[in-house]
């Protein structure tokens, strides 16, 4: 059963640092690896998404990494501002299946 | 307006009252599934579709109906709902080929 973990599970950083948000899982036969993002009582909102061929997927200050072989995936977020504080998930898609399975998401707090 | 709709936004019913969640997408994406979101379990899978009339149960089907007449519309019944179902249901869906999910706003639903 494909297991998805995200570490950690909440961080506080001053505004205008570099961070890496950090996803693992445990079967490496994806499909793909998506990143969202979700502001409270707010919908899931897409960031990134990463093809299991793929090595890295960029947008704006975002830049999504995957290591399949093992089980790795990062998030780095560039220049943090205040805008950035939310919950981040990770999630895979099964190889063979539609399915997502989720991290419980990372809480990240951009002190101005 | 083009996107994925849930409705309603929130909905507050009595244990054993049937309930429906009404989910709808314009795009003609094939896959469409139906998540809750609870704190301590993060996102959970309760059904998808593949296509019209093709329906499959996901990690926690009991106690909820679905069905798919037409392709963009996927609505979620709880059939006599228990104080448990409390939860924010997300309906999301997916094209085929290489693309991501898209994720409607979520119904926060209160079971009294």
């Known amino acids: 059963k494909q297991e998805v973990t995200q570490i950690p599970a909440a961080l506080s950083v001053p505004e205008g640092e570099n961070l890496v948000l950090n996803c693992s899982f445990t079967d490496s036969a994806i499909y793909n690896l998506q990143w969202f993002r979700q502001d409270p009582g707010k919908g899931l909102t897409s960031l990134l998404l990463?093809?299991?061929?793929?090595r890295e997927q960029t947008s704006g200050r975002l830049n999504a990494s995957l290591d399949k072989s093992s089980g790795r995936s990062t998030l780095y977020i560039a220049a943090s501002q205040p805008g950035d504080s939310a919950t981040y998930l990770c999630?895979?898609?099964?190889?063979?299946?539609?399915?997502?399975?989720f991290g419980q998401g990372t809480r990240l707090t951009i002190n101005p | 307006d083009a996107g994925i709709t849930q409705s309603p936004r929130y909905k507050i019913t009595e244990t054993g009252r049937q309930v429906t969640l009404m989910c709808h997408q314009t795009w003609s994406h094939s896959y469409m599934f139906w998540y809750r979101q609870d704190l301590g379990h993060g996102l959970r899978l309760i059904y998808y579709?593949?296509?019209?009339?093709?329906?499959d149960k996901g990690e926690v089907p009991d106690g909820y109906v679905v069905s798919r007449s037409k392709t963009e519309n996927f609505p979620l019944t709880l059939e006599s709902a228990t104080r448990s179902q409390t939860s924010v249901y997300f309906c999301?869906?997916?094209?085929?080929?290489?693309?991501?999910?898209?994720f409607g706003s979520g119904t926060r639903l209160t079971v009294v």
């Open positions: 999301a869906s997916r094209g085929t080929g290489t693309y991501g999910y898209t």
């Open positions: 990463i093809q299991s061929s793929q």
């Open positions: 579709s593949a296509a019209a009339d093709i329906t």
């Open positions: 999630a895979v898609m099964i190889q063979g299946a539609q399915k997502l399975v």
